[in-house]
Structures are given as structure tokens and as C-alpha cells.
Nanobody
């Protein structure tokens, strides 16, 4: 059974940093791209970043370019989203999702984690 579990969210001040983790089980990252999405109250889920199954290709939403970095751990089961220079508008529930290829459309992903809350506030 394919599962994804996010962790690392919390309350952070504007300008601060946080690192989210997505740990997968039931499969390895060799065959799946991992996308990060976020959803703020009253808003649609939006794509934030994605890392390909090879771990080489990465994509970012314009709103987070230069501030967020997606990477894979040395194992074959963990993906990180390093978020720096956080802004109040980054406040959302962050989800990781898996599928064969990167896409900025949430409907393209078949497997999802439960989400972790990130709140940026002073």
C-alpha cells in the first residue's frame, strides 16, 4: 500500500524558515515524482514544487522561486521542502503527492499525504 506522510509544519515568524518532510512507504522514489501542494482556507489547492523520479529535475511555482527548495534524502523514501523567507501568504496546509511525472495539476496525482499545517505569523 502506497503511503505518504508529511511532517515539519508549525508556527513560524515572517522571514523565518521551516523544512517539511515527506516520507513514503510501499514504494521507492525511483519510480515516482513527488509534488508539493498547498491549500489555504477558502482557496484552491495549488502546486508549489515537484521533483522528478530521477531526482534531477525540479520545478517551482513563481510565488516560491528563490525561496523554496525541494530535494531528496540519501535514502529512497524521503523528500524535503525547505522553505525560507516565509511570508504570511505562505500560510496553508502543505501536502505531498506522488505519481509518475511532475505536474502542477493536483488532479494528476493519485497518491496523497494527509497534510501538515504551516502558519506564518508574528
Amino acid at each position: 500500500q502506497l503511503q505518504l506522510v508529511e511532517s515539519g509544519g508549525g508556527l513560524v515568524q515572517p522571514g523565518g524558515s521551516v523544512r517539511l518532510s515527506c516520507v513514503v512507504s510501499g514504494f521507492t522514489l525511483d519510480y515516482y515524482a513527488i509534488g508539493w501542494f498547498r491549500q489555504a482556507p477558502g482557496k484552491e489547492r495549488e502546486g508549489v514544487s515537484c521533483i522528478s523520479s530521477s531526482g534531477v529535475a525540479t520545478i517551482y511555482a513563481d510565488s516560491v522561486k528563490g525561496r523554496f527548495t525541494v530535494s531528496r534524502g540519501n535514502d529512497k523514501y524521503t523528500v524535503y521542502l525547505q522553505m525560507n523567507s516565509l511570508k504570511p501568504e505562505d500560510t496553508a496546509v502543505y501536502y505531498c503527492a506522488a505519481d509518475s511525472y511532475c505536474s502542477d495539476r493536483y488532479s494528476a496525482y493519485h497518491y496523497w499525504g494527509q497534510g501538515t499545517q504551516v502558519t506564518v505569523s508574528s
